[in-house]
């Protein structure tokens, strides 16, 4: 079985500019979670997507936005970037809305430059 | 791929020999205490979790103890293995509403052959 995919697995952008990432949750998973993830530090919630509506949020700025598809997938929109949005990406799946069972993919790295 | 134990707190371990990792934690409403492994380039591993009810849980070669009186969490690896090495990171799970994990400051675990 797969586990949980995301993509890119790299990435360099350019201050200002928008990225997004995606992420494939495990078969039959229906809640996807976002976090960042600064270099020696540990990761820091962004979001939870659970049947397509955003559930929770945590204290980042407007410039980050995310969205769940039918097929459970989603994407991490982030636009006008800065030079600290540089970090590891993480997306974890879980069956239900809740943290239990969380399966965290390989993550995004996003360079910004 | 790219390591994420930079200015970590660094704990070197023979082989064989078993491993303590501490951490602090500070809510104290959270109902599941969990420790997750991250491999170099990799997402986080779950390993093991606590019901905040109890003060130790048992796994394969892990141990986790939980002092709430002090908010202090650890987890004991017998017989530590080359493979053991990687950074490793506290959590709290909160209860009620959306769920989500906080991930405290992670160690990094090196492992001498």
């Known amino acids: 079985d797969a586990g949980v995919t995301q993509s890119p697995t790299h990435l360099i952008k350019t201050r200002g500019q928008q990225v997004t990432l995606r992420c494939s949750p495990i078969?039959?998973?229906?809640?996807v979670s976002w976090y960042q993830q600064v270099l020696g530090q540990g990761p820091q919630f962004i979001f939870q997507y659970y049947e397509k509506e955003e559930r929770g949020r945590g204290n980042f700025p407007d410039r980050f936005s995310a969205r769940q598809f039918p097929n459970y997938s989603s994407e991490l929109n982030v636009n006008a970037l800065l030079l600290g949005d540089s970090a590891l990406y993480l997306c974890a799946s879980s069956l239900a809305g809740s943290a239990y069972g969380y399966t965290f993919g390989s993550g995004t790295r996003l360079t910004v430059v | 791929g790219e390591s994420v134990g930079l200015h970590l707190p660094t704990l070197s371990v023979q082989e064989g020999d078993n491993s303590i990792i501490n951490c602090a934690y500070s809510?104290?409403?959270?109902?599941?205490f969990i420790w997750y492994k991250q491999e170099s380039g990799k997402g986080p591993q779950f390993i093991i979790d606590?019901?905040?009810?109890?003060d130790k849980r048992q796994g394969q070669r892990v141990t986790v103890l939980l002092n709430k009186t002090v908010k202090h969490l650890s987890l004991q690896i017998a017989a530590t293995q080359p493979g053991d090495s990687a950074v490793y990171f506290c959590?709290?799970?909160?209860?009620?509403?959306?769920?989500?994990?906080?991930f405290g400051t992670g160690t990094k675990l090196q492992v001498i052959p």
């Open positions: 809510n104290s409403a959270s109902d599941y």
């Open positions: 078969s039959g998973h229906k809640s």
């Open positions: 606590i019901r905040s009810n109890m």
């Open positions: 959590a709290e799970r909160n209860s009620g509403g959306y769920q989500k994990v906080t």
